[in-house]
């Protein structure tokens, strides 16, 4: 009896191991150690000393090539891993520190590729960025096969490693508290014949300053908590507004919780955890109530309110003979011409006779930094109503600040040159 007893603690030690490694009676096909899974999501749940780390139950294939995990938050130290490896990896160890298994790291931007010890290999990436994986061979049987990683929808790079015949299974770690992540496994990565066709522009380069907002093509998404005015997710363009690319535009594609939506132009520095408009060197039109915001958290009756479907635009009317400082510099805006659509407000780009008569005087003994001009607002292609405001040193920025789950928005920041 006291073998048999033995025996019996013995098979429950086993079988208490492997409902630990797989989460609490998950399925046994995926295996997962200090992280909770709920749904898609996998928050790290161990003690900051222990790594947690996620298997798929499924390798990658021909068929299914690729995965993405998106960053929910960084935690305390952001040390999340997201590579393949073999089918039985341990579970106390970050994906790519051991033999036949590598792993892009988002605290350090390094590769580990079957050693604790990384290599420089990409950029760091931060709460709301997608690292993703992938494998390009055709044939992972042959004993090697290509993996490539992208950050953001654009790839970073890739590395030739071995592989067994159970094939390669996507996996993320994580190793300190408050790291989450959601896992997309039917993610897909499209590959064209020739490198020109291999993936749709991002536009990321577009923008100078992302805050808890991602860009895919032409939308921006809030990936943002949205518990708090403090949790403003904030796009500003990489180029200011110019006297020939005076205006630019937003649809609400999705208006989320509340509509927390924004649009306008703020100065180059202008703080990321602020609406454009809150702040001085901002003025913006808010969708959620109509208001319309200029350097100040009170806003000002304006216009109507703005939901799913409204284009809403910002623009500036310049004075004839305004110059802002390095405008000859500007890159790809200066040099397009201008091919206006019927609907576009062309027309109120530069300020007719009168206005300019009523800017003469003292505004011409001004520095060109503290000159002032008139920004306007449209709603569906109609004039909202304008604001007069001075120009800070720079320009002023195209700037849409989001606030509440589910927020998307198309911009054109380009509507009127085609």
Known sequence: MDDINVLQHRCLLNLRRRIRDVGDGRPAQERYMRLQKSGDTLSYQGNSEEVGCYVAGHPLSKGNCYFEVTIVETGVRGTIAVGLVPKFYRLDHQPGWLPHSVAYHADNGKLYNGNPVGQQFGPKCARGDRIG????SENIKAGLTKVFFTKNGKEVGSVEVPVSAEGLFPAVGMHSLGEEVKVDLQAEWLLEEGDSMMMVDSHEDDWGRLYDVRVSGVLLEYVGKGKSIMDVGLAQARQPLTTRCHYYEVEIVDAGEKCFIALGLARRDYPKNRHP????????????????????????????????????????????????????????????????????VQNVLYLNDEEEDEEDGDDQEQDQDGRKVTVFFTR??????????????????????????GEKVKVDLHPLSG
């Open 380 to 405: 569906n292609g109609k004039l909202i109503g304008r604001r007069e405001m001075a120009v800070p040193p720079g320009g002023l920025f195209p700037t849409v600040g989001m606030l509440s789950s």
């Open 133 to 136: 994986c992938g494998i390009l």
């Open 277 to 344: 408009g809150w702040s001085r060197g901002s003025v913006a039109y808010h969708a959620d109530d109509g208001k319309i915001f200029h350097g100040s958290g009170v806003g000002d009756a304006f216009g109507p309110r703005c939901f799913k479907g409204d284009i809403m635009g910002c623009g500036i009317m310049f004075p004839r003979d305004y110059i802002l400082d390095g405008e000859g510099d500007v890159d790809d805006c200066e040099r397009l011409e201008f091919r206006p659509t019927p609907a576009a």
